[in-house]
């Protein structure tokens, strides 16, 4: 008896009791035998006749998601069938809240411009690990649902399930059944949205390994889709619409800013939000302000690296969380409850460096010698490189995350800095420091 037997004949006897039947009443009303629905529910029966379906269906009343959701997990309803069916299955109701966007505001806008306004229907947000990309996915979809009644379809990435409920998991299951065939079938596909208003997201499209040439297939058949793919990697792509998502501002400090000025600021609003959920009691005093900002700075304003800095406050002071972050930040950037794994922000990035072209890993280990912020021409004099080939890698490495743009110069020369937590992985470990590994040793500072 495989699993499929077992959930088919669960959900059978579920029906079948929430229409307030016996078995032997449902035989009576479908005319299917009471010995197949018995070895129905006992998974005695692997792939029950259309007609068995049918008829089971019509007895206990079954309609919508309800109706869907049997034909298919009884195998007897096609991937196309089961999409159409799933479409006119309310799958559009509005999305549950997934936590706070916090200092998103421009970045959703300028997002939900770009899927409303019809003229870039693949947009590609890109950005580091941990950054918020499909945090800010699913706040846009949201509003595309509850504002503008489109429909949404959400393929994950390898590591998460997508979200929302039954009719939404069916959809998006099929779709990726779909598209995972050797020869996408993009014609059933279209067959089946047709001309429905609809937005279809990749979630890590690193992971999910659809190709841009079956998305853009499903773009020239579906006038009304939009296809939103979240990525770490900015695969060159001159038919999409790239938009890279940089960490949060980093906050700044000065003897003239009050307590309100400073905890408004995005990265400190996110940092405490977390804390004080841990710790009801948490209050920030004017003498901590100083070291909250330097923590956060220190984390590149990086959303998971914030949350996962808040959970250490339950066994931490803030002193020594100041002391971990300027000794070894990754310590902090990884949740202490979670057992180091391939999803750790460490690792993720350095994953994205041991993954860069040799020029653009060349130039980050350059650029990591130089005080922030720099300028194009003193990062070409450090590394020895023509401008315009030092432009093209700081590109890439912008796209990616690795660094970010920073106040121009006096002169309006645009400047840059290398991620605190890029220079902390590409740097010499000092002997006794928190270093050890990716991911430090957690020695507690000396006092």
Known sequence: MTESDIILGDLLQTY????????????????????????????????PRRETVQLLANAMGLSGSRRTTWEMTAGRASATETIERLLTAQPGQPWAPVGPTVGRDSELELLLHHLRSGRDR?????????????????????????????????????EAGPPGGRVRLALAAQIGK??????PAVDDL????????????VDGQETTRIPTITLRAMLDNCPALRILCTSREPYPDPTALIMPLAPLPLPEHSARSTPAEVTSQPAISLWLSNVQRLRPD??????????VVDICRTLDGIPSALEAAAAWSLVYSLDEMHCIAREDPLV?????????????LGILLMNTISELKPEQASLLHHVATLHDPWPLEQASQVANR??????????SLVLRGLVRRQEPTARGLA?????????????????????????????????
């Open 415 to 447: 400047q840059f800095g290398i991620l605190n937590l890029a220079r902390a992985l590409i740097r010499p470990s000092a002997p006794g420091g928190w270093r050890a590994g990716p991911m430090g040793s957690g020695r507690v500072c000396p006092t």
């Open 386 to 395: 023509a401008l315009g080939e030092v432009a093209r890698s700081v590109h």
């Open 178 to 183: 779909l598209l995972a065939r050797d020869v």
């Open 282 to 291: 948490f209050g920030l005093t004017e003498s901590g302000i100083g070291m």
């Open 122 to 158: 693949l947009v590609k947000l890109v950005g580091l690990a941990g950054v918020g990309k499909t945090r800010l996915a699913l706040a846009a979809c949201r509003a595309l649902n509850e504002e503008d009644g489109v429909i949404v379809a959400w393929l994950p990435d390898g």
């Open 16 to 47: 079948r009791n929430s229409a307030g039947l016996t078995q032997q009443q449902l035989a009576d009303l479908s005319t299917v035998s009471i010995r197949t629905i018995r070895d129905l529910e006992l998974g005695k029966v692997r792939r």
């Open 190 to 201: 279209a067959s089946a949205i047709g001309t429905q208003h609809m937005l279809l997201v």
């Open 332 to 344: 902090l950037a990884q949740m202490p409850n979670h057992p180091p794994s391939g999803t750790d």
